[in-house]
């Protein structure tokens, strides 16, 4: 007998349990749109026992510890909108199962807590609660740095080449470079009073001829998107001189042998000289640097008109200059007495 009702206690309790559980608010924990779309509030009782008759539905806002009410569905007096509510929520197919609204054209201030209430009878209030999150889509772009790069020597600075700005994201969008070069990046996230994000990369290199026409690349990613935009580098760099035509067999009475200075510059060099430092002995009569008699200058090139004579060996060097700067660079001549027959490296 004891036994008996212990077990209709039993059953007694899970039924309870059970018709608590039977009336139940659905909703959605977490909820998200971005600014300008329309979100939909789900909210509905589960299976409502016809014993218990529902009296309201309410929604309701959280904000800063008050509740705000948002909307009410009234079986006997209808839907009423609130303000500020009034032209950008309905309820979706209000019944005293369903109280799914509709918010459109979210705004940030729309985040929070909402809260979905089902007043019934006799049993009371049943609620629950989500959160609503507004994203907010960044704008990027890059922007390289309008002053020149110009290569110098022993420069040790680093210099901004370019600035990757994501602006009011919401969540902050996450922002990386894609390069060769050697350069490094420095962030800073700026909080806006809206609570969106604007975060800002600066890439700095210290300018030179290697990354003179090397990508630079900006990623950006936002949720799934992702944007990017590149850019060349354009370094300014003085010459850099190499002089060709010297193959080390320069002989006596050699033809036709010519010198020329090729240099990678940016700009282009625009102007080329030339000039010998003689061997001593051979040639001291040329001590201040000018050029045998039998040479002409075409251009960056040095066009030995007669046969090669010993007066020719010395040290030429040529000066190329484009608007950076002035480098040099030289070969070493020297003649020998008669050709020879090994071709040299
Ligand atoms: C939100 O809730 C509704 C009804 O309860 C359900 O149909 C829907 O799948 C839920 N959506 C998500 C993303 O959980
Ligand atoms: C919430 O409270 C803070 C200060 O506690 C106040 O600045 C803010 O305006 C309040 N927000 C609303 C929506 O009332
Ligand atoms: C909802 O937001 C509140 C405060 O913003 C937070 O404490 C809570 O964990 C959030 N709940 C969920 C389900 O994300
Ligand atoms: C948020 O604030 C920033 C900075 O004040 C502003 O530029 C941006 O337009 C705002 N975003 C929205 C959606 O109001
Ligand atoms: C002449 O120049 C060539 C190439 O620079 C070098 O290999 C050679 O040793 C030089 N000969 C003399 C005699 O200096
Ligand atoms: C260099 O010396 C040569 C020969 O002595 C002379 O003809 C020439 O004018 C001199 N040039 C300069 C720039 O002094
Ligand atoms: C070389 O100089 C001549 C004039 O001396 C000029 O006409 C020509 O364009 C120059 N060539 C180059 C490649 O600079």
């Given at each position: 007998?004891?036994?008996?009702?212990?077990?209709?206690?039993?059953?007694?309790?899970?039924?309870?349990?059970?018709?608590?559980?039977?009336?139940?608010?659905?909703?959605?924990?977490?909820?998200?749109?971005?600014?300008?779309?329309?979100?939909?509030?789900?909210?509905?009782?589960?299976?409502?026992?016809?014993?218990?008759?529902?009296?309201?539905?309410?929604?309701?806002?959280?904000?800063?510890?008050?509740?705000?009410?948002?909307?009410?569905?009234?079986?006997?007096?209808?839907?009423?909108?609130?303000?500020?509510?009034?032209?950008?929520?309905?309820?979706?197919?209000?019944?005293?199962?369903?109280?799914?609204?509709?918010?459109?054209?979210?705004?940030?201030?729309?985040?929070?807590?909402?809260?979905?209430?089902?007043?019934?009878?006799?049993?009371?209030?049943?609620?629950?609660?989500?959160?609503?999150?507004?994203?907010?889509?960044?704008?990027?772009?890059?922007?390289?740095?309008?002053?020149?790069?110009?290569?110098?020597?022993?420069?040790?600075?680093?210099?901004?080449?370019?600035?990757?700005?994501?602006?009011?994201?919401?969540?902050?969008?996450?922002?990386?470079?894609?390069?060769?070069?050697?350069?490094?990046?420095?962030?800073?996230?700026?909080?806006?009073?809206?609570?969106?994000?604007?975060?800002?990369?600066?890439?700095?290199?210290?300018?030179?001829?290697?990354?003179?026409?090397?990508?630079?690349?900006?990623?950006?990613?936002?949720?799934?998107?992702?944007?990017?935009?590149?850019?060349?580098?354009?370094?300014?760099?003085?010459?850099?001189?190499?002089?060709?035509?010297?193959?080390?067999?320069?002989?006596?009475?050699?033809?036709?042998?010519?010198?020329?200075?090729?240099?990678?510059?940016?700009?282009?060099?625009?102007?080329?000289?030339?000039?010998?430092?003689?061997?001593?002995?051979?040639?001291?009569?040329?001590?201040?640097?000018?050029?045998?008699?039998?040479?002409?200058?075409?251009?960056s090139t040095l066009l030995f008109k007669g046969?090669?004579?010993?007066?020719?060996?010395?040290?030429?060097?040529?000066?190329?200059?484009?608007?950076?700067?002035?480098?040099?660079?030289?070969?070493?001549?020297?003649?020998?007495?008669?050709?020879?027959?090994?071709?040299?490296?």
């Open positions: 007998m004891s036994d008996f009702s212990f077990s209709s206690s039993f059953l007694l309790f899970l039924f309870l349990i059970a018709g608590l559980w039977a009336q139940m608010v659905l909703v959605n924990d977490t909820v998200s749109g971005f600014i300008g779309t329309n979100v939909i509030l789900h909210c509905s009782m589960t299976n409502p026992s016809p014993s218990v008759k529902i009296t309201q539905v309410t929604w309701q806002k959280a904000t800063n510890g008050s509740k705000q009410n948002v909307a009410i569905f009234n079986p006997n007096m209808g839907v009423s909108i609130l303000a500020p509510y009034k032209e950008r929520v309905t309820f979706r197919d209000p019944s005293t199962k369903d109280g799914t609204i509709q918010l459109s054209r979210l705004e940030l201030d729309d985040e929070g807590v909402y809260i979905c209430e089902f007043a019934t009878f006799p049993t009371g209030n049943r609620e629950n609660q989500l959160n609503l999150t507004v994203l907010a889509k960044p704008t990027n772009q890059m922007v390289r740095t309008t002053s020149p790069l110009i290569a110098r020597a022993g420069m040790t600075e680093k210099i901004v080449v370019a600035t990757c700005t994501s602006s009011n994201g919401k969540p902050p969008s996450t922002v990386t470079w894609d390069t060769k070069l050697k350069g490094e990046a420095e962030y800073q996230e700026i909080r806006n009073n809206n609570g969106t994000i604007t975060v800002i990369s600066r890439y700095r290199l210290l300018p030179s001829r290697e990354a003179h026409r090397q990508q630079l690349m900006c990623v950006v990613n936002y949720q799934l998107d992702r944007f990017t935009d590149s850019m060349t580098l354009n370094v300014l760099y003085e010459p850099e001189v190499r002089i060709d035509g010297f193959d080390g067999n320069w002989y006596l009475n050699r033809k036709d042998v010519k010198l020329t200075c090729t240099s990678d510059a940016n700009p282009p060099a625009t102007q080329y000289q030339w000039k010998l430092v003689p061997q001593t002995k051979m040639g001291m009569d040329r001590m201040n640097g000018s050029l045998p008699d039998n040479v002409e200058v075409q251009n046969p090669v004579m010993y007066n020719l060996a010395g040290t030429y060097v040529c000066e190329a200059t484009n608007t950076i700067g002035t480098r040099s660079g030289l070969v070493e001549v020297n003649v020998t007495g008669r050709k020879l027959s090994l071709p040299l490296p």
